[in-house]
């Protein structure tokens, strides 16, 4: 589903389906529950493994958990009243309420481990308020993703991507501590795990309630939920047979998630997401491979291998990936996640492990699952897949094709090349897009994300800046900004690859609701050879004379050279730009992207517009790296 309708749904409320009948299999149920302990087990090790926890004391990592644990300590609750949460249904504001939600989880991720280390009981009050306070809210769920407020007022309750994190938080918290939290805290935790999440769950699934979404969902959102459910209930449920029924549904439903990935393993909502998506994959899959003794792993899924993959091979240069779609500037992928994958495919000896793994992480599930692992991890036997050429990543089926320069070459001159189509997860209208990298900074480049608020999931998403075709280097045609949907797509006409140069040609005609359009192609022409270029040429035809215009996107700055010359640069690398309109005059503008956006500076749109309608032209524009 496009991000666009996904979101616009949201904020009328989680959405939901008729009810299913379950495809929870009994037989399937009884195999696995023989694999679980008798009791339930969550990741990490109990506060009573002593060894355990002092070894893990001694590790540089963690000498900051126990004096970051004592400051917060002496700090309250933060307050979550019903305004705050309202606040999002009235002004469209996500921040201001998530951070504080956010703020509550963080602690119970702090104290754990705090009193795990130390096992004094200083840190049992501080923790035990937070308990309580969480369990007093309304509802787990974000504000953003209860649009009709059915949550907050009681009329249903769901789980949502906090909710099921909150679930698993409480969950291993729970296992780890066991005893140390007095019996009634510890009840409370299960009753309102089982009432917020685990209940619900298995209602929609066997049919006595409305699906949401998630569950057959191909985002991030199914890997997330479907690892927050799974991991609260192996820590809490004590029947063997309800854990096993849980597993069994994350092992069947899970599959939906990784549909989201094109065949060649393109994730279409970027690294970041693929950090947060198949991360949860990732924890989802090694929470049930140790809970049932290595008998049933999801990373063993030949449907994973692909996208397991595309942390490595989507790097354009230097540690820059792509910000396609709502990717924040920046984004790299979680070198935990790199290197777990590493050791499981047998990618490479990334030397020892100890250092990425055995540190706290973002949440207390993260941290006690990558900080106890056993080692050595056990090798995922894939079949033998040919690794990409160092000089191009071709996702195929994604379209999406990233050039990179020669080893040898002194120039760092790279760039990512977009085709797809306009109905992709947090979709950018964006076919046939564009980004160059040079030195150590991406010069032409895709904007990435706005901050959040309900406008960005809803209805009028593409009134923005940055996520409409405006804020991509992709023409404007006969004045019409790029179309939403899947129709709207790259079709790809030339693929040609050599060691000396890439060419890559696309029909992006489909994109724009242009009656008069009769061709628009665009080619790419990557060369490697000294002086290395990238060639971006639009070949466009009407049937009648219409304006036609292109643009290059930057957050750095730029100037005239010449009447057909530009210089872009921005920290650490420079690019020129030749332009060629053969003959045809045009002009130069430059409008900065006043929207919010999570870049360090907001980025400028510099158009090269032709300042006469044309039945026919070629333009071309000539990007070399500079001094």
Known sequence: MRACALGALLLAGLIAAAPAVTNIEPARVKEIAVLLPPKPQGLGRPITDRIAWEKLAQTPAFASVIPNAEKLAGQPVPELPDELYLDYSRTGNRDRCQRVQSARSARITTFTPAECLEHKRRFVKPLTDTIEAICRERTWVYPAHDGKLDNFYGRTVEADLR??????????????????????????IKQNVERRVLQPFRDMVEGRRKEIFWLRATPNWNAVCLAGTTGAALALEDSPKDRAWFV????????????????????????????????HFLMLGETI??????????????????????????????GIFPTISDVHPGSRPDPQFVRFISERFG???????????????????????????????????????????????WFNDGGVLICRPDPASPAPFAA?????????????????SFSVVSGSAMIVCDPGAEVYTARTF????????????????????????QQVGASAKAVVRRSDFSDAEDGLALDISSAYAVPELKRLERTFVFHRADPASLTVRDDVAFSAAESFETALITWGDWKKVSENELLFN????????????????????????????????KPARVAIALTSPIEMAVVSLVITPAE
Not at 255 to 277: H, M
Request: aromatic share 10%; proline share 7%.
């Open 458 to 481: 809803g209805a009028h998403r593409y009134d923005s800046k940055v996520l409409s075709s405006y804020g991509h280097a992709v023409p404007v045609v006969g004045g019409k900004l």
């Open 416 to 432: 990512a090349l977009k085709g797809g189509n306009n109905a992709e997860n947090h979709n950018h209208n964006d076919v046939g």
């Open 347 to 393: 990618l490479k000896d990334a030397g020892p492990s100890e250092a990425l793994f055995v540190k706290p992480a973002g949440s207390l599930a993260a941290t006690m699952l990558f900080s106890f692992l056993k080692e050595p991890l056990p090798p995922i036997r894939h079949p033998k897949f040919a690794p990409d050429s160092p000089l191009r990543t």
């Open 289 to 318: 491979r140790q809970a049932t003794g290595g008998r049933i792993d999801l990373l063993a899924d030949p449907a994973a291998l692909q996208p397991a993959l595309f942390c490595t091979r989507a790097e354009i240069l230097n």
């Open 570 to 601: 921005d920290e650490g690398g420079a690019v020129r730009v030749r332009i060629d309109t053969g003959g045809k005059p045009f002009q130069i503008s430059a409008q900065t992207l006043d929207e919010n956006v999570t870049s360090r500076k």
């Open 163 to 188: 909710a099921t994190a909150v679930g698993w938080e409480l969950g291993t918290a729970d296992y780890l501590l066991g005893d140390t939290l007095a019996p009634a805290t510890r009840r409370l």
């Open 248 to 279: 069994a549904a994350a092992e069947h439903y899970i599959r939906y998630f990784l549909k989201s990935f094109t065949p060649d393993g393109y994730c279409s909502e970027g690294i970041g997401y693929w950090n947060y998506g198949f991360g």
